[in-house]
């Protein structure tokens, strides 16, 4: 089993910026790729980013591409989300998830992540 919590959020203006972490325990040695997803009210969870094991491997939804970064530490056992320009639209409560097993590349649909956090509120003021 793989524990994660998230940590971070918060409000902030329209163009500023927020720093998300997500810290696993239990099982880390079985985690590999990791991603960040967000729902915002009345919408579905959508795919924002991810990284493979070795962080060498990113990917990005093209709402964030070029203002979000992914990044991880696996010697900490913590993923970060760091989100700049941030606009009102960013505006969701967000998650990250680990899946159950190895996968080719950076998976992007939940179906593809076992593990989730309990989910952290970003509010961006316009």
């Known amino acids: 089993q793989v524990q994660l919590v998230e940590s971070g959020g918060g409000l902030v203006q329209a163009g500023g910026s927020l720093r998300l972490s997500c810290a696993a325990s239990?099982?880390?040695?079985?985690?590999?790729?990791m991603g960040w997803f967000r729902q915002a009210p009345g919408k579905e969870r959508e795919f924002v980013a991810g990284?493979?094991?070795?962080?060498?491997?990113?990917y990005y939804a093209d709402s964030v591409k070029g203002r979000f970064t992914i990044s991880r530490d696996n010697a900490k056992n913590t993923v970060y989300l760091q989100m700049n320009s941030l606009k009102a639209e960013d505006t969701a409560v967000y998650y990250c998830?680990?899946?159950?097993?190895?996968?080719?590349?950076?998976?992007?649909?939940?179906?593809?992540?076992?593990?989730w956090g309990q989910g952290t509120q970003v509010t961006v003021s316009s």
């Open positions: 998830a680990a899946p159950s097993s190895w996968t080719i590349g950076v998976p992007t649909t939940e179906q593809s992540y076992a593990s």
């Open positions: 239990g099982r880390t040695n079985s985690i590999y790729a």
């Open positions: 990284t493979t094991r070795s962080g060498s491997t990113t």
